[in-house]
């Protein structure tokens, strides 16, 4: 039995007619969120850049071959909201890792490109990143990690599923989205 199970049990004895059956899933993903948070956070501590910063450069070193794209892409593809899209690009430039720039047909369209030095430090973080994420896989085998990457993809769109039953958009309450 592990923490979650304690848990259940315990509300099987105080409420026995509650189904807090999902509490097994949701329970343990919430326990392996915070492990991952925890373990991937000095990472981004130690080269000064918060997990939002390296998505936005991790966005751009993935745009080959020019390593640039629109804030509006970059706002699309990336874990920040649009207003907080405007601050972190702000904050990466003053740090010499973005450069930005208007588009000379369209003065509307604003370019974001990785600078040199932005694009050592993602490939640096990257390489740390990734292969700490491996080793929080290590006890799955192959096959295990994938069905479980299959069934997280099917808990999402049942999670978004959900929200629409709820009357709720998911584009503009998406809490990937909206947390910034």
């Known amino acids: 039995m592990d923490g979650v199970d304690v848990i259940v049990s315990h509300w099987a004895v105080a409420r026995p007619e509650l189904d807090v059956s999902a509490l097994k899933v949701f329970g343990r993903l919430h326990r392996s969120f915070l492990v991952y948070r925890a373990r991937i956070a000095s990472t981004f501590e130690e080269h000064n850049i918060t997990e939002s910063g390296f998505d936005v450069l991790a966005c751009l070193r993935r745009a080959v071959p020019d390593h640039r794209l629109t804030a509006g892409q970059l706002a699309e593809q990336t874990l920040v909201t649009t207003g907080g899209l405007s601050l972190r690009v702000k904050r990466l430039e003053d740090a010499g890792l973005v450069t930005r720039a208007k588009d000379a047909h369209d003065a509307r369209v604003v370019y974001v490109e990785l600078t040199p030095e932005g694009a050592a ?7 740390e990143h990734f292969a700490k994420l491996q080793t929080m896989l290590a006890g799955l085998s192959e096959d295990e990690a994938v069905e479980l ?3 997280l993809g099917t808990l999402e769109r049942s999670a978004r599923s959900a929200m629409l039953g709820d009357g709720l958009d998911p584009g503009e ?5 909206a947390g910034g």
């Open 149 to 151: 990457a299959q069934l």
């Open 173 to 177: 309450s998406d809490p990937i989205t």
């Open 121 to 127: 430090l993602v490939d640096r973080i990257a390489d």
